[in-house]
């Protein structure tokens, strides 16, 4: 039997440009993603995601962080859940939402990257359709968009973006990034 | 052109695909070719403000009612589409 080992979805594509004084990209490794629909019962499950979670989901494109999970508005009762844990994040969260929610593991469909530094929303700036400036873009914000014709899902971190774009495009959106970074000093921590 | 998306906010163009009017109405099965050939084929072309259907397709993929300007593209108004 073959064993297969899991890998991330830019295993081997994040390769430093330059010295990472402009940017700085990370993969943060050991996330689950997971996407969740509201069921019916609006009440019932805003109590569930109260009690468990302690978090209140307000609808809208907003981004609300809670200690273990961060939950990002990405359409009418719908939202993508990030948190660690792995590859049991969307079973855990599955279990805690049975019956008021549907739960649908994307772990291993999305990529994850963490773009940092003074030149990050620079960057950004060259393919996200976006306007990133505080004045437009919240500490609380996300942005479903796209990125040369590749979706991706931008929100804040602490010093610059979290960015997740599907994990079959990670090979081009590294193309995408490490071009557009490259004047920057793209360093990969 | 920037089209206001009632979940996500102000969003670029590139984002949503453009459907159409969104007058037409489909005619009852017991209608005859005439009312059929009418909503296949037949559209009006305002100078004006025009109600047309926009799929928010790199955004929360929601659809819309937009209310567009079609001498100038000015949107006036966007919603969400009735189901």
Redesign the interface.
Known sequence: MVDLAARSAFDGLLLPIGTGQGVTVHEPAGLGVATILAGPDRAAFAARVRDMFAATLS???MHIATPAISFLG???NVWLAVGAGGSTFAADLARSLAGVGEVADQSGAYGILDLTGPNAMAVLAKGL??DLDSSAFAEDAV????IEHI?VIVWRIPGGFRLATPRSSAASFWHWLSASAAEYELGVA | MRIPCPFCGPRDLSEFAYLGDAAPVRPAETSDATAVFDYVYLRANPAGPHRERWYHASGCRLWLTVTRDTRTHEVLFAEEAAP
């Open positions: 609808s809208g494109s990405t359409s009418r359709p976006i942005a479903v968009s796209h979706g």
